[in-house]
């Protein structure tokens, strides 16, 4: 019911107005032409029989004038012929009956001429005067009946409804065939945009016929739909284009730019990945940290281009070092990450990185020359080294720099011990840079003896640090220094300070000279000559009261901007010494081009006195020291043995603990 009476189509809400408007209109014209009919019928009737009545009361004047009541009663019976007429009667102007019938009953003309008005409601009563000569001389009275009319009266109101209801059905039909008509464009419409609504399907198009509201609403809603694919078009271009962007971002967001491995944020992810599993998978993983030794000398040397080029030979050499099953990663800088995955308990971890260093050390060809590095590789294993990637990297980290303190170019793996060691490490070189400012340097000074006479006449410098946090080694915090940069100050203020203390024994009568070290990296800095120059006279202490000690190690490294350095030194009349002489590639060239001073004799010949190849090898130093006239120290004299071989052999200075520790 509620369908008939709520019907979702259009069309069938446009059939149920009609129905709702035009049926009850043609109902009610029904009912008031029927009304209308029936009173007309009725009043037709009656003028009918008042005519007839007149009539017969016109005809029958005569008769009743001279008492013919055969003629009368011949005149009254016409009106039997009506079908409405059902008693009739000639009266006497006294009332009494001339001349009457019956149609219903066979009863006296009197009994008939009173009762039927009065017993039969549904009869009704007609009355017209007999006149003759203007004189009224009786009356006639009919009695009719609209039976008959009623009859025919309702055989036509069945005919009309028949008709009427023949006119509503055609009234539907035809009223539903033009609400189809009418909204069959509008439901094509509908359907079209149910179906692009369902499939995005926007290449549907509305046929538009004619000029018509609904025609005007398909070329629009064409238009529309025509606009929106064009929309959806280029949305779905620009769509592809941001995937497409998405894609290569992605893939630029985990990959080094340089190199082409993963980068360090997909090293973080995977690392996290590794360690997520592993709890569940039962299997362990080990972390490399591969850092390139001297690598800052390409790109200082050759040019970031040549350096970008051998970390992407490098990089081709560690994955060729790895099983595919490996992950190889750079960090950044000369910093590599290297997970080996699903390890046995039984594999060869330090095989492993035996591999990463021989393909370190393999020469690459940059810019058409072979270049050859060295890397020092630190071990975490999981989950012995850390269960999480921070302590895991951390870890690998601080074994990676014991490999350099170690030496450089070898593999270390992650122990408890270095955990502390790499702490101190990461103290010592976030201290570092603030110490001299903190003034936590001190020197101290071990005496230089002349072995004939056995007295001090010049003294060593010797850097040391104690920090709050508690003493470091010359060993650890001077190559950290080095690396740094540091070393340059540092190396100013030893030697500021070596002059003003000089200057301080030479004002109380002791003449004595001060020897201080200084590395490669020093006499590469500009004007390092001038500083020590400036230093000297800045405390009033000659030039040649002063020694600057130099490594063999330091002279091979040496380039153009330290060899001017050095001379500038001796222009000054600074005397230069080499340090640890015979414990390395000795150059006996530079004795010569650089105007050599003096040497010092390394500790472990000191050490090798007692042999005779040591005292061999002690007596031509000391044989080739006289020749070139340059003054001879032997470090390490730790016995009096060792001094009375050196005595016996004319080394002229000493120095060691059998004198004095460093104070």
Same mark, same amino acid.
């Given at each position: 019911?509620?369908?008939?009476?709520?019907?979702?189509?259009?069309?069938?809400?446009?059939?149920?107005?009609?129905?709702?408007?035009?049926?009850?209109?043609?109902?009610?014209?029904?009912?008031?032409?029927?009304?209308?009919?029936?009173?007309?019928?009725?009043?037709? @009737?009656?003028?009918?029989? /008042?005519?007839?009545?007149?009539?017969?009361?016109?005809?029958?004047?005569?008769?009743?004038?001279?008492?013919?009541?055969?003629?009368?009663?011949?005149?009254?019976?016409?009106?039997?012929?009506?079908?409405? +007429?059902?008693?009739?009667?000639?009266?006497?102007?006294?009332?009494?009956?001339?001349?009457?019938?019956?149609?219903?009953?066979?009863?006296?003309?009197?009994?008939?001429?009173?009762?039927?008005?009065?017993?039969?409601?549904?009869?009704?009563?007609?009355?017209?005067?007999?006149?003759?000569?203007?004189?009224?001389?009786?009356?006639?009275?009919?009695?009719?009946?609209?039976?008959?009319?009623?009859?025919?009266?309702?055989?036509?109101?069945?005919? /009309?409804?028949?008709?009427?209801?023949?006119?509503?059905?055609?009234?539907?039909?035809?009223? =539903?065939?033009?609400?189809?008509?009418? /909204?069959?464009?509008?439901?094509?419409?509908?359907?079209?945009?149910?179906?692009?609504?369902?499939?995005?399907?926007?290449?549907?198009?509305?046929?538009?016929?004619?000029?018509?509201? +609904?025609?005007?609403?398909?070329?629009?809603?064409?238009?529309?739909?025509?606009?929106?694919?064009?929309?959806?078009?280029?949305?779905?271009?620009?769509?592809?284009?941001?995937?497409?962007?998405?894609?290569?971002?992605?893939?630029?967001?985990?990959?080094?730019?340089?190199?082409?491995?993963?980068? =360090?944020?997909?090293? /973080?992810?995977?690392?996290?990945?590794?360690?997520?599993?592993?709890?569940?998978?039962?299997?362990?993983?080990? &972390?490399?940290?591969?850092?390139?030794?001297?690598?800052?000398?390409?790109?200082?040397?050759?040019?970031?281009?040549?350096?970008?080029?051998?970390?992407?030979?490098?990089?081709?050499?560690?994955?060729?070092?790895?099983?595919?099953?490996?992950?190889?990663?750079?960090?950044?800088?000369?910093?590599?990450?290297?997970?080996?995955?699903?390890?046995?308990?039984?594999?060869?971890?330090?095989?492993?990185?035996?591999?990463?260093?021989?393909?370190?050390?393999?020469?690459?060809?940059?810019?058409?020359?072979?270049?050859?590095?060295?890397?020092?590789?630190?071990?975490?294993?999981?989950?012995?080294?850390?269960?999480?990637?921070?302590?895991?990297?951390?870890?690998?980290?601080?074994?990676?720099?014991?490999?350099?303190?170690?030496?450089?170019?070898?593999? @270390?793996?992650?122990?408890?011990?270095?955990?502390?060691?790499?702490?101190?490490?990461?103290?010592?070189?976030?201290?570092?840079?603030?110490?001299?400012?903190?003034?936590?340097?001190?020197?101290?000074?071990?005496?230089?003896?002349?072995?004939?006479?056995?007295?001090?006449?010049?003294?060593?410098?010797?850097?040391?640090?104690?920090?709050?946090?508690?003493?470091?080694?010359?060993?650890?915090?001077?190559?950290?220094?080095?690396?740094?940069?540091?070393?340059?100050?540092?190396?100013?203020?030893?030697?500021?300070?070596?002059?003003?203390?000089?200057?301080?024994?030479?004002?109380?009568?002791?003449?004595?000279?001060?020897?201080?070290?200084?590395?490669?990296?020093?006499?590469?800095?500009?004007?390092?000559?001038?500083?020590?120059?400036?230093?000297?006279?800045?405390?009033?202490?000659?030039?040649?009261?002063?020694?600057?000690?130099?490594?063999?190690?330091?002279?091979?490294?040496?380039?153009?901007?330290?060899?001017?350095?050095?001379?500038?030194?001796?222009?000054?009349?600074?005397?230069?010494?080499?340090?640890?002489?015979?414990?390395?590639?000795?150059?006996?060239?530079?004795?010569?081009?650089?105007?050599?001073?003096?040497?010092?004799?390394?500790?472990?010949?000191?050490?090798?006195?007692?042999?005779?190849?040591? =005292?061999?090898?002690?007596?031509?130093? &000391?044989?080739?020291?006289?020749?070139?006239?340059?003054?001879?120290?032997?470090?390490? +004299?730790?016995?009096?043995?060792?001094?009375?071989?050196? =005595?016996?052999?004319?080394?002229?200075?000493?120095?060691?603990?059998?004198?004095?520790?460093?104070?």
């Amino acid at each position: 019911m509620r369908r008939v009476f709520r019907p979702r189509s259009l069309a069938g809400r446009l059939v149920l107005m009609l129905a709702a408007t035009a049926l009850p209109a043609l109902l009610v014209a029904f009912v008031w032409f029927s009304a209308k009919s029936y009173t007309s019928l009725q009043d037709a @009737v009656q003028r009918e029989l /008042t005519t007839q009545a007149q009539i017969v009361a016109t005809n029958s004047s005569a008769a009743m004038v001279f008492d013919i009541a055969p003629e009368g009663q011949s005149i009254l019976d016409t009106l039997k012929v009506s079908p409405h +007429v059902v008693s009739a009667s000639l009266l006497r102007e006294n009332g009494s009956v001339f001349a009457a019938f019956d149609k219903r009953v066979a009863e006296s003309a009197s009994d008939a001429a009173r009762a039927p008005a009065v017993v039969d409601l549904s009869l009704f009563r007609l009355q017209a005067p007999v006149a003759f000569r203007d004189q009224t001389i009786g009356s006639i009275v009919v009695f009719g009946s609209f039976d008959q009319m009623r009859a025919q009266y309702l055989a036509d109101l069945r005919n /009309t409804a028949a008709a009427l209801l023949l006119v509503m059905v055609a009234t539907l039909v035809v009223g =539903r065939a033009m609400a189809a008509r009418i /909204t069959a464009p509008i439901g094509k419409l509908s359907s079209a945009m149910d179906g692009i609504a369902g499939d995005r399907d926007y290449r549907r198009r509305v046929q538009a016929v004619g000029t018509d509201e +609904v025609a005007r609403l398909a070329r629009n809603f064409n238009d529309m739909v025509e606009r929106i694919q064009g929309h959806e078009a280029a949305l779905k271009s620009e769509l592809m284009q941001r995937e497409r962007a998405e894609r290569e971002y992605a893939e630029l967001a985990y990959r080094d730019a340089v190199t082409g491995l993963p980068n =360090r944020r997909f090293f /973080t992810e995977r690392l996290q990945h590794l360690i997520d599993a592993a709890p569940a998978s039962n299997k362990r993983f080990a &972390l490399l940290f591969v850092d390139l030794d001297n690598f800052k000398g390409v790109n200082d040397t050759l040019g970031h281009d040549a350096g970008d080029q051998l970390l992407r030979g490098l990089a081709i050499r560690l994955i060729d070092a790895l099983r595919p099953t490996d992950i190889v990663c750079r960090l950044g800088g000369d910093e590599f990450a290297l997970i080996l995955t699903d390890l046995s308990p039984d594999t060869p971890i330090d095989r492993v990185a035996d591999k990463v260093i021989d393909a370190a050390r393999s020469p690459v060809s940059v810019q058409g020359s072979e270049v050859t590095v060295s890397a020092s590789v630190g071990i975490a294993v999981y989950p012995q080294a850390g269960e999480d990637s921070a302590t895991l990297l951390r870890n690998a980290d601080a074994a990676m720099y014991q490999a350099k303190a170690n030496g450089k170019d070898r593999a @270390v793996v992650f122990t408890p011990d270095l955990l502390q060691q790499a702490t101190r490490q990461f103290l010592m070189r976030s201290q570092l840079p603030r110490a001299v400012e903190r003034q936590e340097f001190k020197l101290v000074y071990q005496p230089i003896v002349l072995l004939a006479a056995g007295v001090a006449t010049k003294v060593e410098a010797l850097l040391r640090w104690s920090p709050v946090s508690g003493p470091y080694s010359p060993a650890d915090f001077i190559p950290v220094a080095e690396e740094s940069g540091l070393i340059v100050p540092i190396g100013d203020w030893v030697v500021d300070e070596a002059c003003r203390q000089l200057a301080d024994w030479r004002s109380t009568g002791l003449a004595l000279s001060v020897a201080v070290n200084v590395s490669a990296r020093q006499l590469r800095s500009a004007g390092f000559a001038a500083r020590v120059g400036a230093a000297l006279e800045r405390h009033g202490v000659p030039p040649s009261a002063l020694e600057v000690e130099l490594t063999e190690s330091q002279l091979l490294g040496f380039n153009d901007a330290s060899t001017d350095e050095l001379a500038a030194l001796e222009r000054l009349g600074v005397r230069l010494v080499i340090d640890d002489f015979g414990a390395g590639f000795s150059s006996l060239a530079y004795l010569a081009r650089l105007s050599i001073d003096g040497i010092k004799i390394d500790r472990a010949l000191t050490n090798d006195l007692g042999l005779v190849e040591g =005292r061999a090898v002690a007596s031509a130093i &000391l044989a080739m020291a006289r020749s070139l006239k340059v003054d001879v120290v032997a470090e390490g +004299v730790e016995t009096e043995a060792q001094a009375a071989v050196l =005595r016996t052999l004319g080394c002229p200075h000493v120095q060691g603990w059998l004198y004095s520790h460093p104070v």
